[in-house]
C-alpha cells in the first residue's frame, strides 16, 4: 500500500506539484510498469544517431525514477533491454547498449542512494557479459537496504521465454515432490516467475504510441489498465509518469466484475424483480 510517510512530495517541480494536486494519494498504483519505446525514433527525428536517442532515454530512466520515488511509489519496472534486441539488433548496438548500462549504474548510483532507491533485474540476466552482470551486482548489493522504489530493470528480457524458465523450474519442482500436474495452481506457476516477489502491475506505460505488449509481462499484467502516449521515451519525465497516474485513477478496474454504476443498476433491478415477483 502507498505509505505517505515515504513521500518527498515537497522535492517535485511546481508543474509536478500541480499534476499531483489533483491525484488521491490512496489511490497511486501500487507497481507501475513502463515499456520505453522510441528512443530510435526520437534521434531519427532529429536526423542523431541512434546511440544518442539511447543516451537520452537513459537520463529519462533516472528523472522518471526520482519522482517516482518522492511520491513514494513502491514498485517501478522498466523495459530496458529485451530477448528480442539482444538477438536482432546489430552486434555494436547491442554492445553500446551493454556499455551505456555500466555507464548508467556508475554514474548514477549516488542518486539513487539519495532517492533511496533500490535496484534490481529481471530477465535471463545470466545470458549477460560477465563485466556487466558484475556492474549490476555491484549497483544492486549498494542500494539492498533501501527502503523506498524498487527500480527493477527487465534486462534480456522476454514474456515468453519467463514463463518457459517458470514452467521449466515447476516441473522440476513437481516431478521431486512427486506431485501430480493436476495439483498446479496459478500461485504454483506465480512462485516461479521471475517477478514472484512483487506485485503485479497496476499501470502498464507505453511510450511512442506504438500499441502493442511486445512480449512484456505477460503473465502479470492480466489486469493492467493500459497507457500509451505518443511521446518518445527520451521526452518523457517525472511529470508524464504523474499524467499517466492522474488518467489510471480516472478509470473503475471491475477485474472481470461490474463497475460501481453497473453494480448499482443491477441491486436496482434485483429489488425491482423482488418486488415483481412478492407482488405476483
Known amino acids: 500500500m502507498y505509505l505517505t510517510a515515504t513521500s518527498r512530495i515537497h522535492e517535485l ?61 513502491p514498485w517501478l519496472t522498466l523495459y530496458a533491454f529485451s530477448l528480442e534486441n539482444n538477438l536482432r539488433r546489430p552486434r555494436a548496438e547491442v554492445s553500446f547498449l551493454m556499455r551505456l548500462l555500466r555507464s548508467y549504474l556508475e554514474s548514477n548510483l549516488q542518486r539513487m542512494m539519495d532517492n533511496n532507491v533500490r535496484i534490481r533485474y529481471i530477465g535471463r540476466t545470466h545470458e549477460l557479459p560477465v563485466e556487466v552482470q558484475e556492474k549490476m551486482q555491484w549497483a544492486a548489493d549498494a542500494t539492498a537496504h533501501n527502503t523506498g522504489t524498487t527500480l527493477t530493470l527487465a534486462l534480456n528480457y522476454g514474456g515468453r521465454s519467463e514463463m518457459v524458465d517458470a514452467f521449466r523450474s515447476l516441473s522440476s519442482e513437481m516431478k521431486q515432490n512427486g506431485l501430480s500436474p493436476d495439483r498446479i495452481t496459478e500461485e504454483d506457476v506465480h512462485r516461479h516467475l521471475y517477478t514472484a516477489h512483487m506485485p503485479d502491475p497496476d499501470l502498464l506505460i507505453r511510450t511512442s504510441g506504438e500499441m502493442r505488449i511486445s512480449n512484456y509481462l505477460l503473465w502479470q499484467i492480466a489486469y493492467a489498465e493500459i497507457f500509451v502516449t505518443e511521446r518518445f521515451w527520451p521526452d518523457f519525465r517525472g511529470i508524464h509518469l504523474l499524467e499517466a497516474i492522474a488518467a489510471y485513477q480516472r478509470r473503475e478496474r471491475r477485474y472481470g466484475g461490474l463497475g460501481e454504476a453497473e453494480r448499482e443498476g443491477q441491486a436496482s433491478e434485483d429489488v425491482k424483480e423482488e418486488a415483481r415477483t412478492a407482488a405476483g
Do not use: C
Not at 20 to 45: C, K
Not at 53 to 69: C, D, I, N, P
Open 13 to 73: 517541480t511546481p508543474e509536478e506539484r500541480a499534476v499531483y494536486a489533483t491525484l488521491t494519494p490512496a489511490r497511486l498504483p501500487e507497481h507501475v510498469a513502463i515499456i520505453m519505446d522510441g528512443n530510435g525514433r526520437w534521434a531519427g527525428a532529429r536526423s542523431l544517431q541512434r546511440f544518442l536517442g539511447h543516451q537520452q532515454g537513459a537520463k529519462s530512466v533516472q528523472l522518471v525514477t526520482e519522482t517516482a520515488s518522492r511520491i513514494g511509489l
